[in-house]
């Protein structure tokens, strides 16, 4: 994998904030039925980054310790999060969250367990559990094929994307059931669109650690075929891009 994954998004962050998909309320009911969280329930959000998921379990009213190696990304997590007293910022990693054995209730990881070292990370998160806890995993999923504006997205990311094959995420499912093992866990699939206008695409696209940033030679070309499948594609001046957010759930016996 290219460079430290603690890095990649560190220039990104300002985008990420303002243009990478949240995550459905319908997850806090999910668990709420499933995995018996209460507001009581104390949650170890793993990569928290700048805070997306935390802030479903923050206004659940949950204590919530957010595990995050990039200081730029927490940083921001930071400030989005300010304003509620049970978040508790913590420059930890999936791998060694310094948090003391038997702390957590939940232990979760959106849009970041790709980047883990499986094995230790899964020590980890069993060091941490409290005995009966929950380890959710979740991803949202760009839809590739669904219409013509995301085939040709993808065809833009594949053609100029750095290492865009190597490090999406969507390989990481097919091995859940290893990390999980030789426990059972379950899945469960949300709808989450994004709309777009123009200046609202080139974020989304900027934000994503595989794409080239100013002064790359492939961020000119990228630029102008994002300008280019905008505007083929557009309906009264927007997009919309649908994302399917997956949830892996289960107790790490």
Sequence with gaps: MTGDPTKRFSSRV???VRYRPGYPH??????QKECHLTADSVIAD?????GMLTRLFLENGNRVFGIEPNEDMRRA???????????????GSAEATTLPERTVDFVTAAQAAHWFDRQKARREFVRILKPGGW????????????????RAYEALLQRWGIDYNEVRHEGARLTIGEFFAPSPHKEKVFDNPQEFDYAGLEGRLL???YMP???HPNYQPAIEELKRVFAEHQ???HVTMDHDTRVYYGRLG
Aim: aromatic share 10%; proline share 6%; net charge negative.
């Design 46 to 50: 793993i990569g928290s980054g700048t």
């Design 26 to 31: 319908a997850i806090i009911e999910l668990l």
């Design 135 to 150: 380890a959710v995993m979740v991803w949202n999923e760009r839809r590739h094929e669904s219409t013509p504006f995301h």
């Design 207 to 209: 934000s994503s650690s």
């Design 14 to 16: 300002d985008n990420y």
């Design 213 to 215: 940033l100013p002064g």
């Design 235 to 237: 309906v009264n001046g």
């Design 77 to 91: 997590g930071d400030e989005i999060l300010a304003g509620y007293p049970k978040f508790i910022s913590v420059g």
